[in-house]
């Protein structure tokens, strides 16, 4: 059923990229918001800490349903549309990366025959979107050019290390610059009627008498008509309040990258992603900024659903960012040579972390972890009250208009 806008009273648990976009977009067609955050301000967890890829769906090519692929392809086409609506600066507006070379790294758990055949599979699904031809949709680029692939005996990416990869792929795949987005959305909803709380963690959900109260440590806060669970980390643990109880074996990864601030780094560090297993990315937003990531250094903790990790800062105490930061560095120097010339002590190096959520009992460094495909994400419903399996950044404005629809509109999600 179709309501008014006006009549709708909404809770949006967790503040990140798909509970405020879900939270805009409700407030547009008029409905009365309240967001609760656990963080200290909007924005401050995984949606901020993160590499800013929106992909297109390589980095899960050991996903051979294709299933995963066309879940990124659709948010990736709808990202640029949803937050340009709301954000005060268009997305093509803000830093984006160069295009994003494949590099097949020599530990990979699929060869490159297999990534070649499945990145096709790829190429195909964009054609038959129209990807390839004029258009705007992705990032407001008006053409993205098809992959392009380099063996060993021709042009490998010159920024690489001689053993840096056994072969690689151009892609036109694209990162945004995170911090960019997340304070352009935080503007968006300061300027909006969005009624925001945050440093307030929600225990549960309780209907009483047909509407919602969040249970908090300050006591109930409510009545709503509907309620939205976008809180990533702690969604699974809400939703069994409701008695929604994922039969999934849920895991929570926390990892570190570094945020580098270097002239010319743009001009030396090349926009790469390792595939594919438990290895990194590189890349630059613009002259001067850079995004690392090497996974066997930066992921610093793993769990499952059982005993998810306690809150982990996004920065660690000094110890742990010299050591933390050391290891990238070394780990991914032995990959891009030019990455040698980082002092972390004289440069502009920053550490930052965030959790990763997703649904597989083994790390990625098991060929047959569920990790590997996030084509288990969407948006369940128990009558009024709704919950988002964002899965990646990528589908998160998506999935959070999604759900600002079945509250409107009544569609199913």
């Keep these: 059923m179709q309501r008014s806008g006006s009549d709708v009273s909404v809770l949006v648990v967790g503040g990140g990229l798909a509970g405020c976009t879900a939270a805009l977009e409700l407030e547009a067609a008029g409905a009365d918001v309240v967001v609760l955050d656990a963080g200290p301000s909007l924005m401050q967890g995984a949606s901020r800490f993160n590499e800013g890829k929106v992909h297109l769906g390589y980095v899960y090519a050991n996903d051979d349903s294709e299933r995963t692929l066309r879940l990124m392809l659709a948010g990736a086409m709808e990202f640029a549309a949803i937050l340009d609506r709301h954000l005060p600066v268009p997305l093509r507006g803000l830093p984006v990366s160069p295009p994003f070379d494949y590099a097949v790294h020599p530990a990979t758990m699929v060869p490159p025959s297999d990534l070649a055949r499945r990145y096709r599979r790829i ?72 009624d925001v709380r945050c440093s307030v963690v929600v225990d549960a959900v309780e209907r009483i008498n047909g509407r919602y109260w969040a249970v908090t440590a300050l006591g109930r806060i409510g009545p709503f008509d509907s309620v939205i669970n976008a809180s990533w980390a702690s969604r699974d643990r809400l939703d069994r309040t409701v008695g929604i109880v994922s039969t999934d074996p849920w895991s929570y990864r926390f990892k570190y990258f570094l945020r580098v601030r270097k002239d010319g780094l743009g001009d030396i560090i090349p926009t790469v992603t390792w595939a ?99 084509d288990n994400i969407g948006i369940v419903s128990v009558g009024d009250y709704h919950s988002i399996s964002t899965g990646k950044w990528t589908t998160a404005p998506m999935l959070g208009r999604r759900a600002a629809e079945v509250v409107l509109y009544g569609v199913a999600p």
Excluded: K
Aim: hydrophobic share 40%; aromatic share 6%.
């Design 123 to 194: 190429e195909t699904e964009m054609e038959r979107l129209g990807v390839h031809g004029a258009h705007d949709d992705y990032l407001g680029l008006e053409r993205v050019r098809q992959l392009r692939r380099c063996a060993t005996d021709e042009q490998l990416p010159p920024a690489l290390g001689a053993d840096a990869c056994i072969a690689a792929f151009a892609t036109e795949e694209r990162a945004v610059e995170p911090f960019a987005v997340a304070d352009g959305v935080i503007a968006a909803v300061e300027r909006s009627r969005i």
């Design 276 to 374: 594919l297993g438990p290895f990194g990315d590189v890349l630059t937003y613009g002259a001067d900024t850079a995004y690392l990531s090497w996974y066997p250094a930066g992921r610093v903790s793993f769990a499952t659903s059982e005993a998810p990790p306690p809150t982990v800062s996004p920065r660690p105490d000094r110890d742990t960012a010299a050591a933390v930061t050391a290891d990238i560095l070394a780990g991914l120097a032995q990959l891009v040579p030019a990455i040698a010339s980082i002092d972390p002590v004289h440069d502009d190096v920053e550490i930052w972390g965030g959790v990763i959520v997703g649904v597989g009992a083994t790390d990625i460094d098991d060929p047959d972890s569920g990790l590997h495909r996030r």
